[in-house]
T-cell receptor, first 114, second 112 residues
Framework: DTEVTQTPKHLVMGMTNKKSLKCEQH?????MYWYKQKAKKPPELMFV???????INESVPSRFSPECPNSSLLNLHLHALQPEDSALYLC?????????????FGSGTRLTVV | GDSVTQMEGPVTLSEEAFLTINCTYT??????LFWYVQYPGEGLQLLLK?????DKGSNKGFEATYRKETTSFHLEKGSVQVSDSAVYFC???????????FGKGTTLSVSS
């Protein structure tokens, strides 16, 4: 298995809702990442987990809460989002952080906040 | 800090034309360099990579050579197809403990 699987593919949520994005990989990668991508822009790093511990938080608002239950799973819990949070949320993994071998990206969750 | 600079798009070409997308970087040490492609409505796919100076990455007819002397990693393809229409991102991984750093992306549009 050489894929990163993200669910759901599309999500519409209200500003008072609580939802979660899920990401799964079975490549034995020990680093996992959340990126946010707005239309026609490059991905922006949000969080990095290394060996299931949060190693980088790029000053992301607390309405985004990451969780890494085990080495294969990464969640992003969403609460009280704003319309400007609408974007494509990408998960990625690599063998280590700063890995020369490359990063594998999922196909993303397209989030719309109404 | 570390950064990647790509040529601004959009780039519009006819089918079978030659493609070059310029990418230069700033980084301490010896970064690894990548090209990712994003088709409409999809996530990012690794197109090619190079991990040390003078390495040439290649895939699907695309090539890029890691030039340390000019800090560049330009993407080239000899004959583009309509199916190559996408956004192309140059990226680097500087060292352990850091994540990928992306350029702003270049939109390529190929017409038949």
């Amino acid at each position: 298995d050489t894929e990163v699987t993200q669910t759901p593919k599309h999500l519409v949520m209200g500003m008072t809702n609580k939802k979660s994005l899920k990401c799964e990989q079975h490549m034995g990668h020990r680093a996992m990442y959340w990126y946010k991508q707005k239309a026609k822009k490059p991905p922006e790093l949000m969080f990095v987990y290394s060996y299931e511990k949060l190693s980088i938080n790029e000053s992301v608002p607390s309405r985004f809460s990451p969780e890494c239950p085990n080495s294969s799973l990464l969640n992003l819990h969403l609460h009280a989002l704003q319309p400007e949070d609408s974007a494509l949320y990408l998960c990625a993994s690599s063998q280590e952080t700063g890995q020369v071998g490359g990063y594998t990206f999922g196909s993303g969750t397209r989030l719309t906040v109404v | 800090g570390d950064s990647v600079t790509q040529m601004e798009g959009p780039v519009t070409l006819s089918e079978e034309a030659f493609l070059t997308i310029n990418c230069t970087y700033t980084a301490t040490g010896y970064p690894s360099l990548f090209w990712y492609v994003q088709y409409p409505g999809e996530g990012l796919q690794l197109l090619l990579k190079a991990t040390k100076a003078d390495d040439k990455g290649s895939n699907k007819g695309f090539e890029a050579t890691y030039r340390k002397e000019t800090t560049s990693f330009h993407l080239e393809k000899g004959s583009v197809q309509v199916s190559d229409s996408a956004v192309y991102f140059c990226a680097l991984s500087a060292r352990a403990g850091t994540a990928l750093i992306f350029g702003k992306g270049t939109t390529l549009s190929v017409s038949s």
